[in-house]
């Protein structure tokens, strides 16, 4: 592993910046806006000031057009105390050294933030090695800018990761070092595979779902032990495997890394193994937060990928949680009981036709019909099991 120096803790004044391209509207990307806020969040940084530019196709030397980032520049300098401007869409090497020499700090796109993320959240070999891998394949392409943009003093986000204490700026030593940490990832993925074929004949259900939509508070829950769970994106990295007995009935139970727009594919590729316990799974339980404002969207989001992985016709139970937070949100206080239960019913009604009466509404934290999940679970745990092992009756009754 390459050694990491200790940085510590800074919350950095962020601008964050996108572009309405066409067929989006400002609405959609200032909520594009809002994700990327709660990401620099978690990363550890405060988000001051958001800029948008409506354009055709972003700018091949400077992403924006020179006038919105002299704008930008100019509120940088009225601050003072702002060192890091947080781009949504995916940035070249050149256009990170040009928008540097313009405004003058550091410079990050939503890539690099996310990659940032997962390096401080990384605490086994295994995630560290995954992540460290994501953030050399992200760098190789923009080596010219990238090793400066490693170089600087002081830390903070979108500066964990490689190149922290010394700078490489020769492309055959990224790549001899890509090349030693997929050997590595290989070894650790042969462990792994051998410790899942371990696991014998048992079902195997896994949680997943967009990230921060409560996968690790059902994951304790239903399995009754404590997993890591907090209101911050990607608080999982690490899949969690447990044994679980419904009415006598066993299976295992994972939770997994949540998923999101724009996924960087590297952190898709390098993650590998710990998505093989989504395409090994027998079951889904596919977790939607019904309280977010565009949760069909992260809905869709997490079906492409599972498409993307193989896993797309697989047995899913979607599970629509924190519907405590919904009817907060939906309803007012001063709405008629009899409507709010239409509106219920007929929301009900359409995600049962919809996933072919595959889905349960819940609340995790509120205990909200976690009966009726559990039973849903077991339902279709043991309709596998008798197809499975149709002479084990002990395995479903």
């Not at 490693?150 to 010394?166: A, C, F, N």
């Not at 304790?220 to 447990?242: G, H, I, P, Q, Y």
């Not at 079951?283 to 309280?291: E, F, G, P, Q, R």
């Not at 139970?317 to 001063?334: G, H, R």
């Amino acid at each position: 592993m390459i050694e990491k120096k200790s940085i510590p803790y800074i919350e950095e004044q962020a601008i964050l910046a996108g572009m309405i391209q066409k067929e989006q509207t400002e609405q959609q990307v200032n909520e594009y806006l809002d994700e990327l806020s709660f990401l620099a969040e978690t990363a550890g940084a405060k988000t001051v000031k958001r800029y948008l530019q409506k354009m055709q196709h972003p700018d091949s030397k400077t992403f924006l057009g020179k006038g919105k980032l002299e704008e930008i520049k100019q509120y940088i300098q009225l601050k003072g105390n702002i060192s890091l401007v947080i781009f949504d869409d995916e940035l070249t090497g050149s256009q990170i050294i040009n928008i540097e020499k313009i405004l003058g700090v550091k410079i990050i796109d939503r890539s690099d933030l996310i990659l940032d993320i997962f390096a401080s959240r990384a605490k086994t070999a295994q995630a560290k090695t995954q992540v460290e891998l994501a953030q050399y394949q992200y760098i190789l392409p923009r080596l010219k800018g990238m090793w400066k943009h490693l170089e600087r003093q002081g830390g903070g986000v979108g500066t964990r990761g490689p190149g922290e204490t010394e700078i490489e700026t020769d492309r055959r030593i990224v790549k001899d070092k890509i090349a030693l940490l997929r050997k590595r990832l290989l070894e650790i993925d042969k462990q792994a595979f051998t410790q899942r074929k371990e696991r014998g004949e048992f079902i195997r259900v896994a949680l997943v779902g967009y990230t921060n939509v409560g996968k690790s508070t059902l994951m304790n829950v239903l399995s009754k032990s404590e997993v890591f769970a907090e209101n911050k994106l990607f608080a999982t990295l690490d899949t969690t495997t447990r044994k679980v007995v419904f009415e006598q009935t066993p299976f295992l139970l994972s939770d997994t890394v949540g998923f999101i727009r724009k996924l960087p594919h590297h952190l898709v590729e390098s993650f590998k193994s710990t998505l093989d316990e989504v395409r090994e799974a027998d079951i889904l339980l596919h977790v939607v937060d019904l309280s977010h404002p565009r949760y069909e969207e992260q809905l869709l989001v997490v079906n492409k990928t599972l498409a993307e992985l193989g896993s797309g016709d697989k047995p899913t139970i979607t599970i629509f949680n924190k519907m405590d937070q919904y009817e907060k949100e939906a309803f007012d206080e001063w709405l008629e009981p009899e409507v709010k239960a239409d509106i219920l019913k007929e929301l009900k009604e359409r995600w049962q036709e919809e996933t072919q009466g595959n889905c349960v509404f819940v609340s995790a934290t509120e205990r909200q019909n976690l009966n009726g999940l559990r039973q849903t679970i077991l339902n279709k745990v043991r309709e596998l099991y008798q197809i499975r092992y149709p002479y084990r009756a002990e395995y479903f009754y």
